[in-house]
């Protein structure tokens, strides 16, 4: 690998070939300007009123409903959301989700925290970890001492997605859906607890939790809140569902994240739900994909087509091309974030196509990335 130039190279790309928003991060990620509107517009009656009356709340009852049309969530099933967003989930499901023993598995950073929160617990089982390489994902093994299977949709630092199904086992599926909700297709029968924050395929702001839970996993909240166990209040999920179901959250939310929330959700709603979601997430990776396997100096990190993210794309790039040159080429157009999750340690573009991005950004996106190839080499 090239190592890295501190200087920018100084290559011009034709503006008939840069996207129309420059936005590619994984996370927090382009917002659209008509939820920027809608909010801009509701703001002198919205901003700066209280999250206990109605105004407010109607805003999360929308998001609560809203998720529950766009997941077709079976009966029972129940939006709870709560602050601290994703990494706060992972506390309070450590203590309000798992009765004694957890299996994770574990195949790149995010997948990786959960089972760290869990294998630090005073209170539980060491946890089952099954880790596989980046670039690849575990399957689950059916355990009967497992009381909860925790599954990642799509690891964001690798671009690696899995699909969603139940192990042939009795414990709750729990998923870490932060980058994958509504960006690609889930069956609401095959979880029970799939969590997930605004800033990613909600195209809204961090700092939030959202998580959609079957009736098996509120009896699992309620009989672990009537047992014997501390739970600090900000991680009480008994605490959250109380709250949720009077479309509150326990402290003050970041009224302005609802707001964009919702706008997104309806914006998926009503042009046709999941299907349409999803539809814009799939059109994106199929020109990304073909572009990095016909590029001759490019391909897809992840082996596996049936494993290659369609929310998040991982591109290796040959040796003698520095991926790093290019991302500071497109960040001096006002291209950003297209930097590789830094861990991850390769010579690689990281780009996001959450439902909120264009496909055609995204093609040109391409023809951006082979004009400054075509420069530096
Ligand atoms: C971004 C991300 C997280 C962390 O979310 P926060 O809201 O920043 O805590 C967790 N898991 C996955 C899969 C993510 O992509």
Known sequence: MIPHMAETPDIRIPA?????DGRFGAGPSKVRSEQVAALAADAPHFLGTSHRQKTVKSVVGDVRSGLAELFSLPDGYEVLLGNGGTTCFWDAATFGLIEKKSQHLSFGEF?????????????????????????????????????????????????????????????????????????LYVDANEFDCYYFA????????????????????I???????????????????????????????????ALATIHLLRSQIKWMNDNGG???????????????????????????????????????ATIDFVDAIDASQIAAVLR???????????????????????PAIDPDDIALLCGAITHVVGALS
């Open 219 to 253: 009896e699992r909240i309620e009989s672990l809140a009537a047992s014997d166990r501390w739970v600090p209040a900000f991680f009480d999920l008994k605490i959250a569902l109380d709250n949720s179901r009077l479309d509150q959250t326990y402290n003050t939310p």
């Open 111 to 183: 997948s990786s925290k959960f089972a760290t929160a869990a294998s630090q617990a005073p209170f539980l089982d060491d946890p089952e970890i099954i880790k596989t390489d980046p670039g690849t994902h575990p399957a689950a093994i059916a355990n009967s001492e497992i009381d909860l299977y925790a599954l990642t949709h799509n690891e964001t630092s690798t671009g690696v997605s899995m699909k969603i199904t139940r192990p042939d086992a009795s414990g709750l599926v729990a998923v870490d859906a932060t980058s994958a909700a509504g960006g």
């Open 16 to 20: 008939e070939l840069l996207p129309k």
């Open 274 to 312: 999941l299907d349409f979601s999803t539809g814009r997430c799939d059109r994106s990776a199929e020109i990304l994909y073909t572009w990095a396997e016909k590029s001759g100096f490019a391909r897809p990190f992840v082996e596996r087509e049936d494993q290659r993210s369609h929310v998040i």
């Open 332 to 354: 001096a157009h006002g291209i950003v974030d297209t930097e590789p999750y830094r861990k991850l340690g390769r010579n690689q573009l990281r780009i996001a196509m959450f």
């Open 198 to 217: 605004p800033q990613k395929s909600f195209a809204s702001d961090g700092g939030l939790w959202l998580a959609l839970c079957s009736p098996a996993a």
